[in-house]
């Protein structure tokens, strides 16, 4: 089997990129990095002995278009599986082996992705669990689930339903990606599986913050106006989603208006920020954002 991985750069560290790629380049055939910095990152270059191909875009695209142009690239190689890896992400020895087992076991399946745990918080993420009204996690900590949805690290895609599903949708930039790619794999039929025996370290958000029932991931101002944007046009428009969950969507949405500019500095950036990704989601304004 065919497996390939495609990296997002957007000025990275590159100690944690290394780690990560030494992490997983001896599990797969072929990594591609698509580097998303303006007028490029240079220290890349060093990663070019390794066999690693590396596509520059020379500015910040979105997440979405730079992991389209890595799937194209690799669909070009006849790749069988394609994973998306963000900078940050490490994977444990027989990663690859163990999450292709789970296609083996499973049916129709989009994708197969790992439990993981956030280094941000002191608490472990979960899974995203499928009820007919609500968005509920689950917190298993062996076996193969069907979930709604999750995040793009470490995801491995079935090239096989690619061409029924789509690629990834530009217009959102980035934030909740990997979400409606979800939604539309399950909306044609397919199953998104989260295998709970395998464990990554991943790192959601700049940092966190511990409000007493939970932690909250926080970032800077223009990821909280496209986490904001993205929910409610989602929540409005998006017919990959029932509409009892767009509703759900909806009303949740409203504790980033309320919670970003309040737990993050400065706040009142934050809350301008927020306010314009509310009104741009209902309004349809998608794509980069210019500042």
């Given at each position: 089997?065919?497996?390939?991985?495609?990296?997002?750069?957007?000025?990275?560290?590159?100690?944690?990129?290394?780690?990560?790629?030494?992490?997983?380049?001896?599990?797969?055939?072929?990594?591609?990095?698509?580097?998303?910095?303006?007028?490029?990152?240079?220290?890349?270059?060093?990663?070019?002995?390794?066999?690693?191909?590396?596509?520059?875009?020379?500015?910040?695209?979105?997440?979405?278009?730079?992991?389209?142009?890595?799937?194209?690239?690799?669909?070009?190689?006849?790749?069988?599986?394609?994973?998306?890896?963000?900078?940050?992400?490490?994977?444990?020895?027989?990663?690859?082996?163990?999450?292709?087992?789970?296609?083996?076991?499973?049916?129709?399946?989009?994708?197969?992705?790992?439990?993981?745990?956030?280094s941000n918080k002191s608490s472990s993420d979960g899974f995203i669990k499928i009820l007919p009204v609500f968005f509920k996690q689950f917190f298993p900590k062996k076996g193969q689930h069907e979930i709604m949805q999750a995040i793009a690290?470490?995801?491995?895609?079935?090239?096989?339903?690619?061409?029924?599903?789509?690629?990834?949708?530009?217009?959102?930039?980035?934030?909740?990606?990997?979400?409606?790619?979800?939604?539309?794999?399950?909306?044609?039929?397919?199953?998104?599986?989260?295998?709970?025996?395998?464990?990554?370290?991943?790192?959601?958000?700049?940092?966190?913050?511990?409000?007493?029932?939970?932690?909250?991931?926080?970032?800077?101002?223009?990821?909280?106006?496209?986490?904001?944007?993205?929910?409610?046009?989602?929540?409005?428009?998006?017919?990959?989603?029932?509409?009892?969950?767009?509703?759900?969507?909806?009303?949740?949405?409203?504790?980033?208006?309320?919670?970003?500019?309040?737990?993050?500095?400065?706040?009142?950036?934050?809350?301008?920020?927020?306010?314009?990704?509310?009104?741009?989601?209902?309004?349809?304004?998608?794509?980069?954002?210019?500042?």
């Amino acid at each position: 089997m065919n497996v390939d991985v495609v990296y997002v750069t957007y000025n990275p560290s590159l100690d944690l990129l290394t780690k990560s790629i030494d992490s997983i380049i001896e599990q797969v055939r072929k990594i591609y990095i698509i580097d998303n910095t303006p007028g490029k990152f240079v220290g890349l270059e060093s990663f070019f002995e390794r066999g690693v191909e590396i596509i520059y875009l020379n500015d910040n695209l979105g997440i979405s278009y730079a992991q389209n142009i890595g799937i194209k690239e690799s669909l070009k190689n006849n790749a069988n599986f394609i994973m998306l890896s963000d900078q940050d992400t490490c994977y444990p020895e027989k990663y690859i082996k163990s999450m292709l087992e789970v296609f083996d076991d499973n049916n129709d399946v989009a994708a197969v992705v790992p439990r993981f745990v956030d280094s941000n918080k002191s608490s472990s993420d979960g899974f995203i669990k499928i009820l007919p009204v609500f968005f509920k996690q689950f917190f298993p900590k062996k076996g193969q689930h069907e979930i709604m949805q999750a995040i793009a690290s470490g995801k491995i895609l079935n090239v096989m339903y690619l061409k029924e599903i789509g690629l990834m949708d530009e217009q959102l930039f980035i934030d909740w990606v990997d979400f409606e790619w979800c939604w539309r794999a399950r909306k044609n039929g397919f199953k998104i599986i989260g295998n709970a025996d395998v464990v990554i370290q991943h790192q959601l958000g700049d940092f966190s913050k511990n409000i007493g029932f939970r932690e909250v991931n926080l970032r800077s101002y223009i990821r909280h106006y496209y986490i904001t944007r993205n929910a409610f046009y989602l929540a409005l428009y998006s017919n990959n989603l029932d509409f009892l969950h767009r509703i759900n969507l909806f009303f949740k949405s409203f504790r980033y208006i309320t919670g970003f500019p309040v737990l993050a500095k400065p706040h009142l950036k934050n809350l301008k920020y927020v306010l314009l990704g509310f009104l741009h989601g209902v309004f349809k304004k998608l794509g980069k954002l210019d500042v």
